[in-house]
């Protein structure tokens, strides 16, 4: 596993995104469904979940990333550079 990617305080591997289990969603709806457009363009989505704490990393194939915070000041703006980095990388995956 990468270094980078996100892992559980107890430095367990992080849980992917594939298996949608009913606790691994964003808790606020705008980052969770530009987290479902990514998800759809192919990037490879991560996320940490440790209680009520979540956080997220959305990879691409060229190994360019960013990350998604598990409070967000403002959840529109969140969502709206989860967007920005899809379409940056909407060819590589």
């Known amino acids: 596993m990468d ?3 996100f892992t559980h305080a ?3 591997p992080a849980v992917g995104r594939t298996g949608r289990g009913k606790g691994d ?3 606020k709806k705008d980052v969770e469904a530009a987290l479902k457009r990514a998800e759809a363009c192919g ?3 991560t996320c940490s979940q440790n209680g009520h704490n979540w956080g997220g990393v959305i990879r ?3 190994n360019d990333k960013v990350r998604v915070h598990r409070t967000p000041r403002n959840p529109g703006e969140e969502a ?3 967007d920005v980095f899809i379409g940056k990388h909407h060819n590589c995956a």
């Open 43 to 45: 990037l490879k989505v």
């Open 25 to 27: 969603r964003h808790q």
């Open 60 to 62: 691409c194939p060229c």
């Open 10 to 12: 107890r430095g367990r």
């Open 3 to 5: 270094p980078d990617d």
């Open 80 to 82: 709206k550079k989860i």
